[in-house]
């Protein structure tokens, strides 16, 4: 169990630096020492892990399955911080896969999982991914309520990572919105942060650099859009040790081209 425990902690520390292949091979190894054994909480926590990196990988079936089943071990054995943990992985899967009704039930689960613990990084990553469907269905309101609220925790706590990512999906929000110049000041206060803690290629860095990109098309600045561009698939290539993939980056950064590329041809014929 000791030795799962260490590839798992090193599967998940490679996942955040943005290395994928590294920390699924990490973690499937992880996985395959107490697949036979009774240490259902550590294999539950590298399952749930492994559902992060499969998602991020764009292999949303073996993703679905194993956070299924890590969440079905934690759920009989009354781990109410696991349950809560495979539960935001559930919802994140579901809303990547269009289900917003499954996704907020379970992100809605996970918060008052959080609210009952006690955790308070938990509760503002429950109010982010909240947040994030919202934005999905246009609810501009709740999604802002949700997300003003995940700052505020973050900042009360002093957690940089999450601060961030509030601001990212701030901009996020604003950016949909048409409010150009709130999209810009909370995207480059996300980067900033990112940047601050070191961390490059990671999926939420990904986003933000591709909202970066967006704004800068949406405002007309057209080479600022390109360059923007550029830093995503040289991200996305870092993060998945590739130079394409089906992964929900991969797929936003296919269509941020193909808007460029459109654009491009419109001005040409200008």
Known sequence: GIEAEVYNTLGWITFRSGDL????????????????????????????????????QGDWDMAMAVVQRALEIRERSGDL???????????????????????LQAFQRCLSSMEIIGDAEGIAIAHTNL??????LGNWEQAETHLRRSYEIAQQIGNLYEQAQAS?????LFLRKGDWDEAERYLNAALALYSQLNISAN??????????????LEVGCFDEAIQWGARVKALLQEMTGSDAGSSPEWGRYYQLMGRL?????QIAKS
């Open 21 to 56: 292949p590294t920390a699924r091979r990490l973690l499937e190894h992880a996985a395959s020492l107490v697949e036979d054994s009774e240490h259902y909480k550590v294999l539950s926590s590298i399952l749930n892990r492994l559902g992060a990196v499969y998602h991020s």
């Open 81 to 103: 911080i696991g349950t809560a943990r495979s539960l935001n992985n559930l919802g994140i899967l579901k809303r990547d896969n269009g289900d917003w009704s499954g996704a």
């Open 131 to 136: 947040a994030n469907v919202h934005i999905d």
């Open 168 to 172: 990212m999906n701030l901009g996020h």
């Open 203 to 216: 999926p939420n860095v990904v986003d933000a650099h591709w909202l970066r990109s967006v704004l800068f």
């Open 261 to 265: 590329a459109l654009t491009q041809d």
